[in-house]
């Protein structure tokens, strides 16, 4: 039986166009609102039709001292050119990219998880630290 953090792939996001890259603003100060930016296909362009997309990116917030991590949003993406006149018919198309603002006072790890429908779960992080 697989378990699913085995299911969690990684890898280098300027080779591999489904990890989802997290930019984060250069100046962070504890306890003030900080704007977290996640996309899928930076580097790399992930394909986004009807038949192959990026269907969901999920945001945590690991702090250092913390057990577990907080979820911070959870974005879906639903449209895929798909219409009632068929597949790839109607040029609307959600691309992969959020951006979301939390505020902590602690140092930590922001994580993030893509899913596609075809490649499956992959995963990525990036530390906070305040200046
Ligand atoms: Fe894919």
């Known amino acids: 039986m697989k378990k699913i953090s085995e299911l969690y792939q990684r890898d280098d996001w300027k080779k591999e166009k489904h990890v989802p890259v997290i930019e984060l603003p250069e100046k962070k100060k504890a306890g003030e609102p900080l704007k977290v930016k996640v996309m899928v296909g930076k ?3 992930h394909p986004n039709t009807t038949e192959h997309y990026i269907q969901r990116i999920d945001i945590y917030f690991m702090p250092e001292d913390g057990k577990f991590p907080y979820r911070i949003g959870s974005f879906t993406f639903d449209t ?3 219409s009632t006149e068929g597949p790839d018919t109607s040029t609307i198309y959600t691309d992969p990219c959020i951006e979301v603002c939390f505020k902590t006072d602690k140092p930590g790890t922001v994580m993030a998880t ?15 630290k305040f200046s």
């Open 80 to 82: 895929h050119g798909a």
């Open 43 to 45: 580097e790399i362009s």
């Open 114 to 128: 893509s899913y596609c429908n075809i490649h499956g779960l992959w995963t990525n992080e990036a530390e906070l």
